[in-house]
């Protein structure tokens, strides 16, 4: 038997020696998520050093192997369709952004309460999304139902999001 795994990906050394098999499954599944977990925040990098390709490239890698290992909707799986969201939206492929962060979005309401970080992200998201898309009337329900639930969960809203639900909701 293997007694030792090398990542030829990702310099990460497991010695498996007097393991069981069900801990070296474990270890193995613990490499993976290092290792895609490494994957998600370089590509994260990219992204905020305006490595667009590089970044949309990673990160669909990223996504790829999530989905294998992980399965569809796995919290890590859809954390990364809200990251290839963002860098969609910055590019101003507002459609591709919607497509990835309502899948998100679907996702964590399924596996999660609406007082979920991830799911209160991926809604903020969403909402931002069809702001921007100028889809006033669909954006503002949004706002109105995830505002009230950031203030329970005590997450700080950024400003312009409570005054652009304001505005919304008296126009």
């Known amino acids: 038997a293997t007694t030792e795994y090398l990542s030829q990906n990702s310099c ?18 613990n490499a993976f998520h290092f290792y895609a977990g490494s994957e998600a925040c370089l590509g994260d990098l990219q992204h905020l ?8 490239q990673t990160l669909s890698h990223c996504l790829q192997g999530r989905q294998q290992h992980l399965g569809e909707k796995h ?3 859809l ?8 860098v969609y939206h910055d590019t101003g492929d507002l459609d591709s952004a919607f497509e ?14 609406k007082l979920d970080p991830d799911y209160l992200s991926a809604m903020m ?8 898309r100028k ?7 949004i ?17 312009q999001t409570i005054h652009f639900a304001q505005q919304a909701g008296t126009s």
Do not use: W
Not at 135 to 141: R, S, V
Not at 152 to 157: F, L, M, P, Q, T
């Open 12 to 29: 990460m050394y497991i010695n498996f020696e007097c393991l069981s098999t069900k801990h070296f499954l474990a270890s193995l599944t």
């Open 49 to 56: 050093l305006g490595d667009v390709t590089g970044s949309l």
């Open 75 to 77: 919290r890590l799986t």
């Open 79 to 86: 954390r990364t369709l809200v990251d290839l969201s963002a």
């Open 100 to 113: 990835f962060v309502a899948e998100a979005a679907q996702g964590f309401a399924a596996i999660g309460d």
């Open 125 to 132: 998201t969403k909402a931002i999304i069809l702001k921007d």
């Open 135 to 141: 889809e006033y009337k669909l954006a503002q329900p």
């Open 143 to 159: 706002f109105q139902e995830i505002i009230p639930l950031f203030e329970k969960v005590g997450k700080a809203v950024h400003c």
